[in-house]
Structures are given as structure tokens and as C-alpha cells.
């Protein structure tokens, strides 16, 4: 990662390694770090033979986040590093040099650091900074709100997906809070000769946004930003936090979105957290077709950022199954990227022209129901007929995914049952699946979370290849009661499981290191050891079985 990203002397991020950087790395990094069964990316390994398991997101996708939140903090320019001339990548030379042919600890490297950063904000050091971000598991949101004409509040909380108040997760040396960086951009309205407004600071001489400036942990920060009309916290993304606005701040944020100019990484950010936010419960689901609607008429040349807002789409739902905004952008969509691909052999420009007007109709309405997604399949079937395209469109998971995001699916069985129907049909995609599986994961009610366990060796509901995995991938992560469910049936029917599954060695060991890697608590791990002892009965699981001990083991005395 540090060569990647320091190996040249160029300013900023070029325009791909940025786009990259959110849309994989940060977007796999909140992902991972959003439930208690998370770890600090910095954690002590006592067993060599078991060290394999820190290979994932947290080492690579967090830590590329936080290096990229670690430049912007020592950058002399953006950030509030007092020492012209330096930054992170000049520190990261000199740690390298001093460090040739030797090993180290990752306190030399936050003091070497340290020697080339300076501030003036009390009690913030790059030691003391990347600790709180490192020793401990999670990520904070950042609640920010107006108390005056010139002031905003913000206040830090740590963010946890489905289970709000971390319950079940190791205790920690900084108590889950950060020393958070805030750097936004902001926008005062002005009227030009032409009577057009606009904003004066996302002008292309004056767009380093607000200073930098510090939520300490256990302390909100005042900060003024003078009298603007709107306000974007979190600038050029790269701050691994979410941003909870307001409804007042929200509200002038969408209404100035179009003069704001926010850049493409800006933008994805905002379409992912507003809808991890609305899945928390600290916005209303109306806020995310707000963002949507604001981003795809005004950047609709970004298909980066377009194939984001296709990514998110099917996270919509609305009384019509129609969101404004979204017929703007299927239009560019088709004319630049579809219509290429298509082989209409004689047809006319004309006859060209009214196909895709024929199929964009037809593709920006989402049915609500599963007979209006039959029918509305069967009208696209006669609209494209004749056209030469590889995959039809697929309206049943974008219908389905709308009751995650509505919440509906938690407690209604009926409703539950009937995505598990089609998830079980034999004429669902595995893609299909794929994506319906996790929606029925997060319901609340325990009949249903041992209904789709069980099913797992249910052949006829589904494959046997995919029973392990779905244990420990799908259900046991959402919260910790699906994980004791999942570890109660390990232990209760193992025979059973390990007979079922003996011949997907692959998948089961997956199963076995996965499931007793997320165990958070003492006395669950010593019932799993009571039951397997050192699993020496069953020698090819073995190896996965010691590597989810040691994780469990670390998490549990991790303090």
C-alpha cells in the first residue's frame, strides 16, 4: 500500500487511484468494520501458525483508508501539519531508511512521524491520533447540527450495524472514541452578472475547504463556519467516519448540490453512507432517494459515479417504485454505454432512437410487486425483442432488496416467507440469491433464523456447496444472537453437520475458522472447546479450527 500510494513526488491523488480508493477499498473496509465481530487493525500475534487470519480487510482495505486519512492530517496545505515541506510521505522515507534491513514496532513508525508533524491543537499527536484508530475495533459517525447563524456542533458516536450499542464487544482502552479530523467544503451563495447563483468557495481558486480541524475523544466540537448557505463535512472523502446531517443541514445541502461541485469520490461517500444511515435508523429512508435524485441530474458524465448510483438503486423503495432522477441518468446510460454494444444489423438511426426511448420507458419503473415484476418482464421482453443484448434486466432483487432497506422483512413472517420462496426456487439466479440471502439474514425473529439454518442441509432449499459458507458468511455475522444460533447448532448437531458436509472440505473448514472466529465471549468459546477439545478427531479441520480459537482468543483479551 505505502509504495502504491508514496512511491512519486506528484501532489494528490491521480483521478484513478482516488475513484479506486473509495469505491473498493473504503467501501469493503466500513463494511467489515460496522459489527461487533470486527477487530482493531493493529493486534498482537502470539501463534505464527495462526497469524494467516489477519490477512483481510481490516489489514488491507482499513488500512489503506486510514493511510489515506493520515495524509490528508499531515498535509502542510489541507491538513494542519505546521511544517512546510513535510508530510506523510516524507515521514514514511525517513522510517524506511531508518528502518533498512531491521524490524520494528508500530510505535517507531508514529514516532517518526511525529518528528515531521506539528500543531498546534493540544494533546494531538500522530501517536495519540493513530491509536485510537488502530487499538480499537469500529468507526465513529459524526452527528453535526447548527446551533447559530456561523456555528455548527458535532458530536462523535461509534457506529455499529444492527446492534447500535455494541453490546457484546470487548471492552476497550480509548472506550470507542476517536481523535476524528473534520475538514469540509462549504458553500456561500452569490449572484453573478446573469442573475445565476453560485458558490463562492467550490470556486477553482478557493477550494481548500474549511481548515482541519479536531473532535477530541469524549469532546464535541464547535466550529465556525461563517454565515454559508451549505455545509459538506468530510472533504475529498477521506476521513474513515460517517456524517450524519441534520434535517436543516440536510435539507441545504440537497438544495445546493448541483452549485457545490462536489467530486466524484465526495459524492460516492455521500450516496454510501445515506444509505448505510438509513439502514441504522438515523435517517429516513426518504433521505437516500433525496441524495440519489441530487446526484444522477447533476453528474450524469461520471459513470464512476454513475455505476455507484446503479450499485445503490436497488437499495430504493418508494410508494410508486419510482425515483426522480433516475430516468436522466438510464438516458445517458443507454445512448453512451448500451446502445454501442447493440447490434440493430438495417435498422435506421430513427428506428435506433425509438428502440431506446422504447426501452428506457420500460427499464426506469420498478414494479412493486412480484406479478407487476412478471409483467413488467414480459413488456420488456416485446420492447427489446430483436436487440442484441447478453442479460436481460432483473427486476425481482432490486424488489426484494427494498424490504431490507424498508425494515419490513425483521418482524413481518409473512412477508419473510415470501422472499424465502423465491429464494429457494429453483428458477432463482445464484446472483439472485446471492443478494436475497443477506436480506432474509437480518430478520429479528428466532423461528426464522433456525428456519433458514436448518435449511442449510436442506438440499432441496439449498446446495450443499453453498450450506457452510451461508452459516458462517450470512446469518452468524448480522448480530450476536445469529452467531450463538449458528454456534448452538454446531455443537448441538455436529455429527450431523460434519456428515452432511464431508465432502466440501473447502467450505466446511471455511465454516469451522469463520464460526469460531467471530466468538466474543468467554464462556461461548469454552463450550466450543469442551465439545471439539483440540479437534485432533478430525484432523483436516484442524488447522481452521486452532486459527478461529486464536482469533476468538485475541478479541476476548484484547484490552
Known amino acids: 500500500g505505502i509504495n502504491a500510494e508514496y512511491g512519486s513526488e506528484t501532489d494528490g491523488l491521480s483521478p484513478r487511484y482516488e475513484n479506486y480508493l473509495f469505491k473498493d477499498d473504503q467501501v469493503k473496509a466500513f463494511g467489515r468494520d460496522a459489527y461487533i465481530s470486527s477487530r482493531p487493525a493493529s493486534v498482537n500475534v502470539t501463534d505464527m501458525s495462526s497469524f494467516h487470519y489477519l490477512f483481510d480487510e481490516i489489514a488491507y482495505q482499513k488500512g489503506a483508508s486510514l493511510l489515506q486519512q493520515l495524509k490528508l492530517i499531515m498535509d502542510p496545505e489541507l491538513g494542519d501539519n505546521k511544517n512546510a515541506g513535510e508530510s506523510l510521505q516524507s515521514g514514511i522515507v525517513q522510517y524506511l531508511k531508518s528502518k533498512k534491513y531491521g524490524n520494528a514496532e508500530q510505535s517507531e513508525l508514529w514516532g517518526i512521524l511525529d518528528s515531521v508533524y506539528s500543531t498546534d491543537t493540544a494533546g494531538v499527536t500522530i501517536e495519540n491520533v ?4 488502530t487499538l480499537q475495533m469500529n468507526f ?35 472506550q470507542y472514541q476517536w481523535f476524528v479530523p473534520i475538514k469540509g467544503k462549504t458553500c456561500t451563495l452569490e449572484t453573478d452578472g446573469a442573475g445565476e447563483k453560485f458558490c463562492t468557495e467550490t470556486t477553482m481558486t478557493n477550494y481548500l475547504g474549511t481548515d482541519l480541524e479536531w473532535i477530541k475523544p469524549f469532546h464535541t466540537l464547535k466550529m465556525d463556519v461563517g454565515s454559508v448557505d451549505s455545509v459538506f463535512i468530510n472533504y475529498n472523502a477521506q476521513g474513515f467516519y460517517f456524517t450524519a446531517y441534520s434535517k436543516e443541514l440536510w435539507d441545504s445541502l440537497i438544495t445546493n448540490f448541483p452549485k457545490m461541485k462536489l467530486n466524484s469520490r465526495e459524492q460516492q461517500l455521500l450516496l454510501f453512507e445515506t444509505a448505510q444511515l438509513v439502514k441504522a435508523g438515523y435517517y429516513e429512508e426518504s433521505r437516500f432517494g433525496e441524495i440519489l435524485d441530487a446526484v444522477v441530474t447533476t453528474a450524469t458524465d461520471d459513470y464512476r459515479l454513475m455505476t455507484t448510483v446503479l450499485d445503490h438503486i436497488k437499495t430504493i423503495h418508494s410508494a410508486d417504485g419510482d425515483i426522480t432522477g433516475y430516468e436522466t441518468y438510464i438516458n445517458s446510460f443507454i445512448a453512451d454505454k448500451l446502445a454501442p454494444s447493440i447490434d440493430f444489423d438495417t435498422n435506421t438511426y430513427s428506428e435506433i432512437e425509438s428502440n431506446l426511448v422504447a426501452m428506457d420507458t420500460c427499464l426506469t419503473i420498478a414494479p412493486d410487486t412480484e406479478v407487476q415484476v412478471n409483467n413488467k418482464m414480459k413488456e420488456c421482453s416485446e420492447v427489446i425483442k430483436g436487440l442484441n443484448i447478453e442479460k436481460f434486466p432483473d427486476f425481482t432483487t432490486p424488489y426484494y432488496m ?22 429457494v426456487s429453483p428458477a432463482t439466479s445464484d446472483s439472485n440469491k446471492a443478494t436475497l440471502g443477506p436480506i432474509l439474514a437480518h430478520t429479528n425473529n428466532t423461528e426464522l433464523v433456525d428456519k433458514f439454518i436448518a435449511a442449510t442441509r436442506n438440499s432441496t432449499e439449498i446446495k450443499k456447496s453453498n450450506g457452510p459458507l451461508i452459516l458462517s458468511r450470512t446469518i452468524a455475522p448480522v448480530r450476536n444472537e445469529h452467531l450463538l444460533k449458528v454456534v448452538d447448532d454446531m455443537i448441538k448437531n455436529w455429527e450431523e453437520i460434519y456428515e452432511y458436509f464431508g ?5 466446511l473448514s471455511s465454516y469451522v475458522q469463520g464460526v469460531v472466529g467471530m466468538v466474543t465471549d468467554q464462556d461461548t468459546l469454552d463450550r466450543i472447546v469442551a465439545h471439539f477439545g483440540d479437534c485432533s478427531k478430525w484432523p483436516a479441520l484442524q488447522t481452521s479450527y486452532e486459527s478461529g480459537l486464536q482469533k476468538a482468543l485475541t478479541t476476548i483479551s484484547y484490552e
Open 503 to 507: 465432502d466440501q472440505l473447502m467450505s
Open 140 to 174: 465513529p459517525v459524526v452527528m453535526v447540527s447548527k446551533v447559530s447563524d456561523s456555528e455548527l456542533l458535532l458530536v462523535q458516536k461509534r457506529f455499529v450495524y444492527m446492534n447500535g450499542d455494541g453490546q457484546g464487544s470487548p471492552d476497550s482502552p480509548y
Open 402 to 423: 427494498s424490504h431490507l432497506y424498508n425494515g419490513s422483512l425483521a418482524t413481518d413472517v409473512a412477508e419473510w416467507n415470501e422472499v424465502w420462496n423465491t429464494y
Open 130 to 133: 493513530m491509536n485510537t484508530w
